[in-house]
């Protein structure tokens, strides 16, 4: 009998172990992009290092904030079709020429991920040159299993991969023309 109540316990326990594995959810994603600018870090630092100002990022019309630079920091991206994200700073540190920050408010029809942090970082590059990375990590839209195309895994890093790019491009060309 006890031989039979032990082999049953192993049996649960296996099975609650495979209910654990079928029953997975969304895994976190990361996305890193970078770029390097023909420009000194402090030149860059001078046009991204101000949470409060996102107006080189294509598609953003407008940027309104709080508390400057201070951990604790809110901003609201206006996009140009009228879409707003919510966004808090969580660490700024100017002497490494970085900081993080959260998505606390986003429609994932504007960007299909959930649970978004971000960091942007300016570092030395060769020949006097800069380099920009910005590294993200997030959830996709969907929290369960079974994720319509538009909120799946590859939907959400297509969407944060090409955000990234795009903004990288952007702020290189604005950066090394001078505009």
Same mark, same amino acid.
């Given at each position: 009998m006890r031989r039979t109540i032990a082999k049953a316990g192993v049996v649960v326990a296996a099975l609650a172990v495979l209910g654990a594995a079928w029953a997975h959810g969304p895994t976190r994603q990361k %996305? *890193?992009?970078? /770029?390097? /600018?023909?420009?000194?870090?402090?030149?860059? #630092?001078?046009v991204i290092g101000n949470f409060q100002d996102?107006? #080189?990022?294509?598609?953003?019309?407008?940027?309104?904030?709080?508390?400057?630079?201070?951990? !604790?920091?809110? *901003? *609201?991206?206006?996009?140009?079709?009228?879409?707003t994200v919510d966004e808090e700073l969580y660490k700024y540190e100017p002497e490494m020429m970085s900081y993080s920050y959260r998505i606390t408010a986003v429609d994932v029809k504007v960007l299909p991920v959930t649970n978004y942090s971000s960091t942007l970082t300016v570092s030395p590059?060769?020949? !006097? =040159?800069? @380099?920009?990375e910005w590294a993200g990590a997030f &959830? *996709?839209?969907?929290? $369960? $299993?079974?994720?319509?195309?538009?909120?799946?895994?590859?939907? +959400? %890093?297509? +969407? %944060?991969?090409?955000? &990234? @790019? +795009?903004?990288?491009? +952007?702020? @290189? =060309?604005? /950066?090394?023309?001078?505009t």
């Open positions: %996305v *890193r992009e970078s /770029i390097e /600018i023909d420009a000194p870090q402090a030149k860059v #630092w001078a996102m107006s #080189w990022l294509a598609g953003v019309s407008k940027t309104e904030g709080e508390k400057g630079n201070e951990i !604790g920091a809110t *901003r *609201r991206l206006t996009l140009a079709p009228g879409a590059a060769p020949d !006097g =040159k800069s @380099k920009l &959830y *996709r839209g969907f929290p $369960n $299993n079974d994720p319509p195309p538009e909120l799946s895994d590859e939907a +959400a %890093v297509k +969407a %944060v991969s090409g955000l &990234y @790019k +795009a903004g990288l491009e +952007a702020l @290189k =060309k604005k /950066i090394e023309s001078g």
